[in-house]
Structure formats: C-alpha cells, structure tokens
C-alpha cells in the first residue's frame, strides 16, 4: 500500500472513533437547551410538591379545629388580635388565662413575623389546638424557604376572633359591620359551610398574630394578604372540613406588599376579583 492510501486510511479511522470539535459544540448547545426546557417543569413540579404537602397539613389543622368544635358543642376556637389588650405569647410562667381553659385562650399565641417571637415554640404547645394536634412542622408551610418562623398559618378573623374584651370578660368583634360566628350553628341562614374559610397560608408581609382580617365593608383593600408561595397562589381550609388552592393575580399580593393594621393595601387592579372572592370567603355584610 502506498504512504499516501496509509494517510486517508488512518484519517478515516480516527474520524470514526470521535468527535470533532464542531460536533461536540453542537451536542453541548442540545443539552444546555433541554436543560433549560426541564428546568422550570422541574421547579413547578417541586412547587406542586410543596403545595400538595401544606394541602396535607391544612387539612390536619382543620380536622383538629372540627374537633374542639365538637368536644365545645359547636363553640369554635378563640382567636385573639396582637391589638387586643389580653393578647399575650406563650412562656414557662403564662397565667392560666392564656393557657387552654382559660378566658383568654387562644388557638394560638403570640406573633410569627420577627425573632424572637416567631420561633417560640409555647406560642404553638400553649394553644387551644395543640391538645388535637401535636405536632410543630404542621404550623409551618414547606412553601415558605425564606423565613425562620415556625408558623405561616391564620384564621379567619370572624369565627370567633376577638379585637377586644369588654370589661376584660366579654370578647368583641373588631367590626360590626360584618356577621361575627362564635359558633359553628351561627352560620345557618348566612354562609355555607364548603364556601367559609378557616384557615389559610398568609403573606409574609402581614403575617403577625393568627388572626387573619379581611374587610367585606371594604372592597377596596386588603387588610391581611394570603401568601403566594404555591405557583401564585396559596391554599385554604373549609369549616366542611375540605382544603383548596386558589391563585392570585392581583399584582399587590403578588408582589408581596402588605400594609399595616386596617390601613391595609390597596387591591391592584380595582375592581380585585381576588379580594372580593376572599372576603366572601370571610364573612358577609349585615345589611344583605
């Protein structure tokens, strides 16, 4: 065989066995777009793993609150406002009070939104669901990754929220514009079951106390804002028992903004289909 057929034999083997550089760059390009593809179906699938996980936990809060509702003939648990002058967090040496039993018990104590409050474990262990429902990692939303606290959970603010005790024995309303439900049995003739809300995932912005306030006498702001941790949207429990998402798209709520006490934030865009379908959710006005 002649030097120059040895030659293009033994580049035609040698690009058999390999790659050129071309070729390579090109499988590179292929990969780095697919990854790019899977990535985000990779993060929404982890994103509907948490949701589905704080759905498991919701549902274990509102079992446990049918239960003290039962056990307390249809009374439901006491939620008390930060603002309140009974309002107290949950410590070694709590008065009876506060503790389960007691005139100013709650279903939870003390506020989730800064140290050293919202890792204090008795705000949770001290609380009126606590007995039905022992367990820390329940309270916590696996959606939330960017905060210490161990609670991201609120109640509705008119089953039995108190703004405030007359002659420090009587709760109160903190509106008395909307029907307040103390019982289970107040609903009747007022609000459905399977469509009033009882707990739900909350903002951080506003998250404080366990008492979550929406204003239907106010179709115009957002008191408290339900958080977004959950492709948009957040999920929510039903005095039926059932649990639900809902995403948002009010550009507010979205973002994160949260304002303070009943100054609120304003819904954006106005009209807010999302504020009046959650306040629905909450209460409705007197006057209908």
Not at 87 to 105: E, R, V
Not at 178 to 185: A, D, E, G, I, L
Request: glycine content about 8%; overall charge neutral.
């Amino acid at each position: 065989m002649r030097v120059k057929d040895r030659t293009k034999l033994i580049k035609a083997d040698f690009r058999k066995g390999g790659f050129t550089l071309i070729e390579l760059l090109v499988v590179i390009a292929i990969i780095a777009i697919l990854a790019s593809l899977l990535l985000p179906a990779l993060s929404k699938a982890k994103m509907r793993g948490q949701s589905i996980a704080c759905m498991a936990k919701l549902k274990q809060l509102q079992l446990a609150w049918i239960m003290y509702c039962d056990d307390f003939n249809g009374r439901m648990p006491q939620n008390i406002a930060d603002d309140c002058p009974n309002f107290a967090n949950g410590s070694p040496t709590l008065t009876s009070d506060h503790l389960p039993g007691g005139i100013y018990a709650q279903w939870v104590l003390g506020t989730a939104d800064s140290a050293p409050q919202w890792t204090n474990d008795f705000n949770l262990t001290q609380g009126t669901l606590w007995p039905y429902l022992n367990s820390l990692p329940v309270y916590k939303c696996p959606g939330d990754t960017a905060r210490d606290g161990n609670r991201n959970y609120s109640m509705n603010s008119w089953l039995n929220g108190v703004n405030s005790f007359l002659n420090g024995t009587t709760p109160q309303p903190w509106n008395t514009q909307c029907y307040w439900y103390q019982k289970v049995s107040d609903l009747v003739g007022k609000m459905e079951q399977t469509t009033t809300m009882v707990f739900v995932d909350e903002g951080a912005a506003t998250m404080n106390d366990g008492f979550f306030a929406e204003n239907p006498a106010d179709p115009t702001t957002w008191i408290d804002c339900p958080a977004h941790y959950h492709i948009n949207g957040s999920n929510l429990s039903y005095v039926d028992g059932h649990v639900a998402n809902r995403r948002w798209s009010d550009g507010n709520v979205l973002s994160g903004q949260g304002g303070w006490g009943a100054q609120g934030v304003k819904a954006n865009p106005l009209p807010s289909d999302d504020l009046r379908w959650l306040q629905a959710q909450c209460s409705i006005m007197k006057s209908r």
